[in-house]
């Protein structure tokens, strides 16, 4: 064992652990869940500290010795992945202190450890003098999570970018496949599946490119601001170096913030982000609505297409196969939702310089990201790729749909028609049968009214025989 101290008092700390006093309250003062701080969050941090000692050593206020070693203890912890000292829970009071503490502590210790290593004298590392140098938590915590979320966009990006491309080929085969429209879930003018699958495309096609432009927001950090961002304890050669220091370690492309003090103090990015995967998630919820209707019955629902088959549906129902990936991205959206209330409430419950609830914030945005793009891989490789639409089906309930005589109405006026509509439905004919019986049209141009490409207005009907039956009428 050891003994830790801090303002408070003492503590002691097992040796078989990196972290230190201040860890070990925050295990003690947050038991609100198992959930540890999101491991994305701590790579990001354990590049802020590498590329924060090699600015202050570039500014001479840390050593080359101490800075080398905060280096190869950060990159130790980078390259093993192995984050069990960071226990920290994920619901934190303090805005992101206790997190920042863990790692300095972590990094501190491991630090130490290493340049023991060999018989040496252990050189002194002190979590706040030194791994902490220049920085607070209220500068270093928020560009972290930025940094987080935009590593979690990649793969949503990726998994949205595979669900476009799925829905335009589905697009493209059944571009032909005619289908009854649908208002209010009340027959409407037909369409085609084609143009259904390229109208879901292009919906998700807006969704990604709002959560493309939320890079540029998050990429915006205080990083160097400090406790409210003044820069308070930093030097001119720090502010300079750290940004392009830490944009070399990481990869990213940040820029600091040209009012420090509003990068500090406002969350306008993280509800930025979050809108725009709330969008998302409404969107797909809508779709997977859209999927579990169409795919209803086989024998007494919509049955216009199949989803693949993925599971048994029922303990007591044999043969019943019910839709459980629409169902659970449905879930994946409700979450999604209830994340976004919950980054709306943090957010504007902030106080003069500072929000103290980023916590909550990045531990539903970073959730929401995930989870949103782990539902779009299942839905489109255990459903969209495998959906086939049962177009013979399709085209008898168009064939037998009253609402096609639509197409007569600039014709024979909406009264007529209307009137039409009724006697089809009380004689359960199809329209084109009755108008052809009743002779209030030549045949041919019946034909032409009624087919596939006139109905979905791919094409124009006969002109000249409209102008013809029109003038009759």
Do not use: W
């Amino acid at each position: 064992m050891r003994i830790d101290k801090d303002c408070i008092g003492e503590r002691f700390i097992p040796d078989n652990v990196l972290y230190g006093i201040h860890t070990l309250r925050a295990m003690h003062n947050f038991p609100i869940t198992a959930e540890k701080v999101n491991p994305v969050v701590i790579e990001s941090y354990l590049q802020i500290k590498k590329a924060a000692a090699i600015a202050n050593q570039k500014a001479g206020s840390l050593s080359a010795q101490k800075a080398s070693l905060i280096v190869s203890a950060c990159n130790q912890l980078l390259f093993s992945g192995d984050y069990s000292d960071f226990c920290v829970p994920a619901i934190q009071g303090g805005a992101g202190t206790s997190t920042n503490m863990n790692v300095n502590e972590v990094v501190s210790q491991l630090a130490m450890r290493l340049s023991a290593q060999g018989g040496k004298k252990a050189v002194k590392i002190h979590p706040n003098d030194d791994v902490n140098q220049s920085q607070s938590t209220n500068d270093t915590y928020p560009t972290a999570g930025k940094m987080a979320m935009l590593k979690k966009l990649s793969p949503l990006l990726a998994s949205l970018t595979k669900l476009i491309e799925a829905l335009d080929e589905k697009a493209q085969t059944y571009s032909n496949a005619i289908k009854v429209g649908r208002t209010q879930l009340q027959d409407a003018v037909p369409t085609t599946f084609g143009r259904s699958f390229n109208a879901y495309a292009s919906l998700f096609r807006l969704d990604y490119r709002r959560l493309k432009a939320t890079i540029n927001v998050l990429s915006v950090v205080n990083l160097g601001g400090t406790a409210i961002g003044t820069g308070l304890n930093t030097t001119p050669e720090y502010q300079r170096q750290i940004i392009p220091i830490l944009n070399k370690v990481s990869h990213l492309s940040l820029v600091q913030a040209t009012d420090l003090i509003a990068g500090t103090q406002n969350s306008d990015a993280f509800t930025t982000i979050s809108g725009a995967l709330k969008v998302l998630a409404t969107d797909l919820s809508k779709f997977s609505n859209d999927l579990r209707l169409l795919s209803s019955g086989p024998q007494a629902g919509l049955n216009e297409i199949e989803l693949p088959k993925q599971a048994a549906g029922s303990s007591i129902m044999p043969g019943k196969v019910n839709p459980i990936i629409p169902e659970v991205v449905n879930q994946v959206a409700f979450e999604v939702i209830g994340n976004d209330v919950t980054v709306t409430m943090a957010a504007e419950s902030g106080q003069l310089e500072l929000n103290a609830f980023e916590p909550i914030m990045f531990r539903a945005i970073l959730t929401s990201e995930q989870h949103l793009a782990r539902a779009m891989t299942t839905l489109v490789e255990n459903c969209v790729a495998g959906i086939t639409v049962n177009t013979e089906h399709c085209r008898q309930e168009v064939e037998r749909s009253s609402i096609a005589a639509t197409i007569l109405s600039p014709i024979l006026g909406y009264e007529k028609t209307t009137q039409i509509i009724k006697k089809a439905m009380a004689t359960k004919q199809s329209v084109r049968e009755l108008v052809k019986q009743e002779h209030v049209l030549s045949d041919s141009l019946i034909d032409d009214l009624f087919s596939p490409e006139v109905l979905t207005n791919v094409r124009k009907a006969n002109q000249n025989q409209l102008r013809t039956a029109s003038t009759h009428h």
